[in-house]
């Protein structure tokens, strides 16, 4: 089992930047996948970035493509997003995700507390 904590959400005006964090523990990180999903009121949570567990190959949603970056620092334990020009559509609470494999496949298998990311106009 894998502890999730996010930080790094706030709100920011329409066209700014956050960067997310998430520490993880329990499990050697580098040997799990990570992703990045988010929910907005009255919608269904979605996927928003994924990372391997080596780093590489990272894979968007179309909505963020060109704007968020997903990282990962494996010596520190931790995940990152990159959100830069943010819009309103951008609100939710930002969840951050352990897969159960290296690479990006399946269903996460653990989950943190979210973090809420607000976007004004």
């Known amino acids: 089992q894998v502890q999730l904590v996010e930080s790094g959400g706030g709100l920011v005006q329409a066209g700014g930047s956050l960067r997310l964090s998430c520490a993880a523990s329990?499990?050697?990180?580098?040997?799990?996948?990570m992703g990045w999903f988010r929910q907005a009121p009255g919608k269904e949570r979605e996927f928003v970035a994924a990372?391997?567990?080596?780093?590489?190959?990272?894979v968007y949603v179309d909505s963020v493509k060109g704007r968020f970056t997903i990282s990962r620092d494996n010596a520190k334990n931790t995940l990152y997003l990159q959100m830069n020009s943010l819009k309103p559509e951008d609100t939710a609470v930002y969840y951050c995700?352990?897969?159960?494999?290296?690479?990006?496949?399946?269903?996460?298998?653990?989950w943190g507390q979210g973090t809420q990311v607000t976007v004004s106009s």
């Open positions: 995700a352990a897969f159960q494999r290296r690479i990006v496949a399946g269903s996460p298998s653990d």
């Open positions: 329990g499990r050697t990180f580098s040997s799990y996948a």
């Open positions: 990372i391997s567990g080596s780093g590489g190959t990272p």
